[in-house]
Each structure stands twice: as C-alpha cells, then as structure tokens.
C-alpha cells in the first residue's frame, strides 16, 4: 500500500501516536484506504531508520496495534457472517426430527472481500517482518476454529463423536450417523476445509518465515484451525471399519466407505503440506482398514451361508437365505467400482469345518477379476447350502420343487442386471439353466409318473381261450381307485406347495396337463366304451378329465401368492 518513502520520520511518529490515543474500538480498518495506507507507511518508514533500536517502543505500539485489528476485523467477519449456509435443502433422518444438510445444495457465504483479505495481508506481512507472525496465527486459530466448530455443530458434526461404547452402534443408531456422515465429510472437505485453506492462502500465502516464498505458515496455520475436527471426520470412518459391522449392513457402511474415497483424494491434497502429515496418516490407516473390512464382511457372508441351517420352507418356496442373498448379490454390482478397488487378492476357500474345492471356483471363475470370484464364491456357497436342504425332504417331489424355486429366484436376479450377469459368467449361468431345467423335469416326471402308473395298459387285459383279449373289471377298477388317491392326495398337498415365479408356474401347469390330461381322457374313453368295463367306469371314475385339468392348471401351486 504504497512506498513508506513518502512518508517523513515525524509524519510516522505523529500516525503512530495518533492512532496509540484513539481506543481499540475505532478501527484504522474502518478509517478508509488512505488512512490504512499511512499507517502501514509510517511503520515501514520506522522500520527502515531504526538505526541501534531508536524506534522499538513506536513499532511494538504500533504492532500490538495491528494484532488487534487483526483479530477484530475476523471476529466482525464471523459476527456478520453467522454458522449456517445461505442457502440449502434440508432432509431428515429416518428416525430422527433433527435435520441435516445436503452436500449438493450446501452453498456457504464468502464474509471476505477483497479489501479485508487486503488489509490481514499487510498486517501479516508487518507483523512477520518483527517476528510476530505467530501472533496473528494464534489469533487467526483463535477466531476461526470455534466458527468452523459452530458450522459444523450446525451439520450435527457433534452427533458422529463417540465414546465408543457398544451402545454407539446399535443399528438403527449406527445407520442414521452413517447417511449423516456422508453428507457431512463431502461439506467439510469439499466446502469448509477447501474454504478455510483457501482463506489462509489468501491472508498468509505470501508471508514465509525466512522470506523465501515457501507458505508453511499459512499450511500451519490451516491445519491448527481444522485439524481437530478433520480427524474426528476421517476416524469416524476407521471406526466403524474396526467395529465388525454385520454384513447385513453392508450396503449402508459401503456408502460410508464410498463417501469416503469419493472425498480422500481432495482430503490429501488439502493436508499434503508437512503440517498435514498426522491427517494424512490418519486418512491412510482408515483407507488400510476399510480394505481389510470389505473383504472380511464377505467372508463372514460366505461363512454363514455355508452353515446357515434356518429349516426349508415346508411349501417348497423360496428360502429366506436365497432371497437374503441374491439382494446382497445386488449390493456388490451397485458397488462394483468401490469393491473392485478394495479388494486385492483371491477369496478364501477355508470355512472351518467346510471348504469349497479350489477347481470348483476355478471352474466357474477361472479369468475373473478378485471381485468377481468373490461373487461366484457367494453363489456356490449359496447352492451347495440349497443342496444340502432339498435333501431334508421326506418328498422328493418337494425336494425338486424346492431346487427348482429357488434357481430360479437366483437366476431371476442374474438376469435382470447385465453387470451381474457379466461378472457371474456364462459357465455358472448355464450350469443354473440345466439344474434348473432337471429339477423341473424331475418334479414333474415324479408327479405325472404316480398318475401315469395308474392308466397304463399293461396288466389290464386278459385272455380267455378262444375269446381274445378282454379288459379285466377288476383290474380297471384298482387302477380307477389308485388313480382317485393319487388325485385327491395331489390335491391335498401340492396346492399348498409354491412356485412363485409365475411363468414358472404356468410353464409347469401347462407341460403338466399336456401329458396327463390326454392320457387320463384316452384310458376313460378306451374303457368306459367297452361292455364288460362301462359300468365299472361309471361307478369308480370320481373325477372327470375336465377335473383333472382343473386340478393341474388351477389347483397346483394355489398358495403361491400367499
């Protein structure tokens, strides 16, 4: 602000004192440019002609001076500016009234103009050029960090500090701060800190301890004002690494993990500084142990399928663990880009008490990438455990059922995401259409084959000398008998059991009728035409073919939708 040789010796003595009798509260900020300009003048000119010390007193008045400005002026910048943003969408937490703010709509006031950074410069520059620049640090932190912690008191920073008790992550408690966490980390280090580094740049950029252009004071003096909180934000997500989440969580602790590589990159630029190095280290040990958690949160989910001994569906539906895992299956595609980048080595194979055969994953997953054998692992462990119950089965009809319910609720899940269908492979795809295709044809061959036994041919007909071949009543009649117990058995049992899927239903139903329906008219038309068998015909035959066709395309599978 212009050349201190403009100023004569006593011109400077008289600003100096001048402004020494005026009280603290008038401030040479608010005096205009001129006036700043001369101040600043007199103490360059005191500076230059101290010849042996002759103008210390002037100069220290004159600095304690500027150390008070310093801190009024960013106090009235806080005053006039309060925490808050000056504009946001505010949302709420599913199971709390507090709100919280949206990183995308987060927009926060800028308090300093141009002519205040201005004025800190040259106060900082003149304070550094005495030694005192750790004067107008301190006061910098002094000012500045209880109004980053007001703002952040604002976001419900408070509510992520723990005292790291098991009460802390009782679920529900625990997913309300993770979708808080999010949102907060994206404003602290994208908004505030990016803020906060910028404003010390501005004020302290130019000012360097030996005068060689190096901005280690203003780095100092960034982290000192941000550190305590950067470290709360960042150890929040180490924690909840360390703290053995249940993979049933996963999808909402992989958006905390997400939240957090999406903001580390900047958060390692921000503290890059040697300053920033406990930050960094921080950042850098949270990072390590999210890798390790992705991977262990998939293990225990292997694990538990492996053993999970939860009894089958007595209807032959689809199981719970089927349905849990194909949309866990569906977490990992969403988060295929994170997961991919966490997980850097091959899955374990070793359960315990029960390993899947390393061919068997090399089989199906020999070319993929980590993430995808990880994938193929989960299903594998999720057949071999459906195998395992569609053995418990007294009915093996039901057993078929069973297998057959929950492939396809499997392959359902494949199909509807090309990612997931990429990832699992054509190989373990097609080998699910075959088990798939068998189990249908097993259940309905064994169904049709206990009607089909009762209108065969063989053992009806009879000769007699000369006569020929004639039905046997008595032989029409068992059959006429076995088949109505094997009909109202049918109908007592399997239109209780399920297929869900409602194509699947159908296609089974339609096949079904195909064969039976047909075969049941002919042996009725066959023997109800013949003299010697019309009348047993007649007397025995309970169910007509139109209510065979009832029974296999209405009745069968009626408690599907229940």
């Known amino acids: 602000m212009g050349s201190s040789l403009s100023l004569s010796q006593q011109s400077a003595v008289d600003t100096i004192n001048q402004w020494r009798s005026r009280p603290r509260h008038e401030l040479i900020f608010d005096s205009g440019r001129r006036e700043i300009s001369q101040y600043l003048q007199a103490i360059d000119k005191l500076d230059e002609t101290n010849a042996r010390g002759s103008n210390d007193r002037l100069i220290s008045t004159a600095m304690d001076r500027l150390r008070s400005e310093f801190d009024a002026v960013l106090r009235r910048c806080v005053l006039l500016h309060p925490p808050g943003p000056i504009s946001t969408t505010e949302w709420s937490s599913s199971d709390s009234t507090a709100n919280a703010f949206r990183y995308e709509d987060y927009v926060l006031a800028d308090a300093f103009s141009d002519d205040i950074v201005d004025f800190l410069t040259n106060v900082a520059a003149r304070m550094n050029s005495r030694g005192k620049i750790e004067d107008c640090v301190r006061v910098y932190k002094s000012v500045r960090k209880p109004y980053l912690q007001s703002q952040l008191k604002r976001l419900r920073f408070d ?45 302290f950029g130019n000012v360097a301890a030996g005068g060689g252009g190096d901005n280690d004071i203003a780095h100092d003096c960034f982290v000192g004002t941000v550190k305590d909180s950067a470290v709360l934000l960042f150890r929040f997500a180490e924690d909840l690494s360390q703290r053995r989440q249940p993979y049933a969580e996963m999808g909402a602790v992989l958006g905390v993990y997400e939240a957090f590589l999406w903001v580390l990159p900047d958060a390692q630029a921000l503290f890059a500084s040697a300053p920033g190095k406990g ?58 880009n994170l997961l991919t980048g966490l997980i850097r080595s091959a899955p374990s194979l070793n359960f315990g008490d029960a390993a899947i055969p390393q061919e068997e994953l090399r089989r199906y997953a020999n070319s993929s990438g980590f993430l995808e054998q990880y994938l193929v692992l989960t299903i594998l462990v999720l057949l071999s455990n459906l195998k395992t119950k569609s053995k418990s089965y007294r009915d093996p009809c039901l057993g078929h059922l069973f297998t057959m319910n929950n492939l396809r609720c499997i392959l359902k899940g494949i199909e509807a995401s090309p990612d997931l269908q990429e990832m699992v492979g054509a190989r373990l795809i097609a080998k699910m259409r075959d088990d798939l295709a068998s189990a249908r044809a097993s259940y309905e061959t064994t169904t049709c084959d206990k009607f089909l036994t009762c209108l065969r041919d063989d053992g009806i007909y009879t000769s007699r000398c000369c006569l020929g071949s004639r039905p046997s ?59 010697e068998t019309k009348l047993v015909v007649e007397g025995n035959m309970r169910h007509r073919p139109e209510d065979l066709e009832v029974l296999v395309q209405q009745k069968l599978f009626a408690n599907s939708d229940s």
């Open 279 to 336: 930050i960094r280290d921080v950042c850098s040990q949270a990072y390590s142990l999210i890798q390790d958690d992705a991977v262990r949160m998939l293990y225990d989910l292997h694990h538990d399928i492996l053993h999970e001994a939860i009894a089958s569906d007595e209807h032959g539906g689809v199981h719970s663990t089927t349905e849990f895992v194909v949309g866990q299956i569906e977490v990992v595609v969403k988060n295929k």
């Open 159 to 203: 509510e992520l500090r723990g005292d790291h008790n098991q009460r802390r992550y009782v679920q529900d408690e625990l997913k309300v701060k993770m979708e808080l966490w999010i949102q907060v980390s994206k404003i602290c280090v994208r908004i505030l800190f990016e803020k906060e580094r910028k404003l010390c740049d501005r004020i």
């Open 473 to 531: 009543k008595a032989a029409v009649r068992r059959r006429l008998s076995s088949f109505n117990d094997v009909y109202e058995k049918v109908d007592d049992l399997h239109s209780h059991w399920k297929i869900p899927d409602l194509q699947l239903r159908n296609e089974v139903r339609l096949r079904m009728s195909e064969i039976l329906v047909p075969r049941y008219r002919k042996f009725i038309a066959e023997f109800g035409s013949k003299p």
